[in-house]
């Protein structure tokens, strides 16, 4: 098995320095077409992957992308490794723009959950999700960004909406009074393939705005974070570099044996087509006649 890194980010990340470009690799999946070509490359002497999540020229809306696709994509190239970087509004005075949070949890507001599974189709399986971020990569990339001097806050919680459109400024200070810390409108459901696909995920959240509850400052708008973002990705792509000589080439963590205790129907009764739609997600589990 193979043991490579993906990123999944903004389309200015695979123009780092130190990432070495080979090719763009196309891929069909049984779930439709990921959001662009895949471009793969090495950082550090490591296979990278990088998948820019909204596409190339930011096509896709948050609620359009294909996250089913994207992750079988990349687990059919062989990654347990998954580096999010991701845009976030503050929910929390402390939290500034062009901070990062490195948060732990999530809570979910997404509304076409059933998109948000590889499982289905005659093979049911329910995989552990109490603690939804890899804690051995999350460690790491705060280890790598506290050293290089970035303002890092540690652990937290994402909620995710669906967008596209931002925050009513109701929905905002509700967010606030059920003490959440960031919002977002993509991560959930990359955690939640990811983990179904035995793959270790962490995010690095950078706060682009304080989303629109923070009445003394402009409501949040594009141009505003489209500024903070420009400045983040400076960071972003310094704390990856950085960060993966430090992956494991073995993939031997917790989330890499999350579906060992997860699938509920006996594999002689998984459907043949079942099983070829989602063979690189199971294909360890798979019987060996199969």
């Known amino acids: 098995m193979s043991n490579h890194i993906a990123i999944i980010g903004g389309t200015g990340l695979y123009k780092m320095k130190g990432f070495s470009l080979n090719e763009e690799i196309i891929i069909h999946t049984p779930f439709g077409h990921p959001s662009d070509a895949i471009i793969s490359g090495k950082i550090a002497g490591r296979q990278v992957y990088f998948l820019p999540r909204h596409g190339k020229n930011h096509t896709i809306l948050p609620h359009e992308i294909n996250h089913r696709a994207n992750i079988w994509a990349l687990k059919s190239l062989g990654v347990s490794f998954i580096i999010c970087v991701t845009a976030v509004g503050s929910l929390k005075e402390k939290y500034a723009p062009r901070d990062i949070v490195l948060f732990d949890q999530y809570f979910d507001r997404t509304s076409r959950r059933s ?138 963590w917790p989330e890499h044996n999350a579906l060992s205790q997860s699938i509920v129907t006996s594999p002689d009764q998984w459907p043949p087509e079942s099983i070829e739609k989602i063979r690189p997600i199971i294909q360890k589990y798979i019987p060996a006649s199969d």
């Open 115 to 252: 998109e948000h599974t590889f499982f289905g189709n005659g093979i049911a399986a329910h995989i552990p999700f109490a603690n939804p971020i890899s804690e051995n990569l999350r460690t790491t990339l705060s280890q790598v960004a506290n050293e290089i001097g970035c303002n890092v806050h540690d652990k937290g919680t994402y909620v995710n909406m669906d967008g596209p459109a931002f925050s009513t400024r109701a929905e905002s200070n509700a967010n606030r009074q059920l003490g959440f810390d960031v919002i977002g409108m993509t991560n959930v459901a990359e955690a939640k393939l990811a983990r179904e696909a035995e793959i270790a995920l962490a995010t690095l959240a950078m706060i682009t705005d304080y989303d629109c509850w923070k009445i003394e400052e402009e409501p949040v708008s594009l141009q505003t974070v489209l500024e903070h973002l420009s400045a983040n990705s400076e960071n972003a792509q310094k704390i990856i570099q950085q960060a993966i000589p430090h992956i494991p080439n073995k993939a031997n």
